[in-house]
């Protein structure tokens, strides 16, 4: 039953594959086998079976175990990802941000280059009022020419006034993007749910992805457990069988372990029958009964 499960979804994730080169334009189709060659060059380049040693397990036994534990692997790797996404990593930040600053930047220049055209102030005297003649520059800038006709002077006023204008909104435009900013993140904080139902959430989405993402895998590795080829097999037309030196069962994931005795034996009781029923018959039943109702 498992073998026509896997088989199922093996063909079906082959006519899905078909269906998505039909539809997929050339550059897409040149983008993803590049992926899938990279990942395969990867996979080749960093394999279980160069990087383990068989001091203290035997390396199938080591692959067997890494294999079933993947999906755990994956929700415990997850786990940072959501805290750091729950406590927000740009929290701590600084209210001004690049941008920000530019226009600061912009709106102080712009400021400073109005301001440098007054008249200085003496002492004692009041500051010149915005509307005064002296407040505005009396001679053409760079030449030191005199300002002689009312136009020139109405322009050189105007200008200074729309510098002003551009300053002061430069400067409004960053005030109302902190202030705005500020409002968003408290009403964030505000809207936090608590830490338990965060995690108890995304962590069950997590975990339902990864054993639906590692499903063939897992099921293929553990119908390999009940694999037992016979090696040297008892036959009329081989002769010196009885010689033989691997007479029997072996496993077909590793010839060097007999089936059904030892770290086999331990692989079949704990991995392999209960595998089988819980995880390759359990979770399509469970997403049965699920979709059902």
């Known amino acids: 039953m498992d073998h026509f499960v896997v088989r199922g979804i093996s063909a079906a994730d082959a006519a899905d594959n078909l269906h998505r080169e039909l539809l997929m334009h050339d550059e897409k189709r040149f983008q993803m086998s590049l992926d899938r060659q990279v990942s395969a060059d990867i ?12 001091a203290w397990l035997p390396t199938s036994v080591q692959t067997s175990l890494i294999v079933v534990m993947s999906p755990l692997m994956v ?3 997850s786990v940072p990802i959501w805290l750091l996404l729950y406590l927000g990593t740009g929290e701590g ?3 001004v941000e690049p941008a920000d600053r530019l226009v600061v930047h912009e709106g102080s220049a712009t400021l400073a280059a109005t301001q440098s055209n007054r008249r200085p102030v003496a002492e004692g005297e009041e500051a010149p009022d915005t509307l005064n003649a002296t407040a505005y520059p009396t001679s053409v800038a760079g030449t030191g020419q005199p300002l002689h006709t009312p136009g020139e002077r109405f322009r050189a006023r105007a200008a200074v006034i729309a510098q002003k204008a551009a300053a002061a909104s430069a400067l409004q435009r960053f005030g109302l993007t902190v202030l705005r900013r500020r409002v968003l993140r408290r009403l964030r904080a505000a809207e936090r749910p608590p830490l338990r139902s965060y995690l108890l959430q995304r962590l069950t989405v997590t975990s339902v992805c990864a054993a639906f993402y590692y499903y063939t895998n897992i099921t293929t590795l553990m119908l390999t457990f009940f694999s037992c080829p016979t090696v040297d097999s008892p036959s009329s037309s081989t002769p010196y069988w009885e010689l033989g030196l691997a007479q ?11 089936c059904y005795e030892g770290y086999h034996k331990w692989l ?26």
């Open 43 to 54: 996979t080749a380049a960093v394999s279980l079976d160069c990087s383990l040693t068989s």
């Open 248 to 258: 029997g069962r072996y496993w077909s994931a590793d010839y060097s372990s007999k």
């Open 75 to 77: 929700v415990a790797l």
């Open 93 to 95: 930040a600084t209210d």
């Open 268 to 293: 079949v009781l704990t991995l392999g029958i209960p595998g089988l029923l819980l995880y390759s018959l359990g979770l399509p039943l469970l997403t049965a009964l699920l979709l059902h109702w």
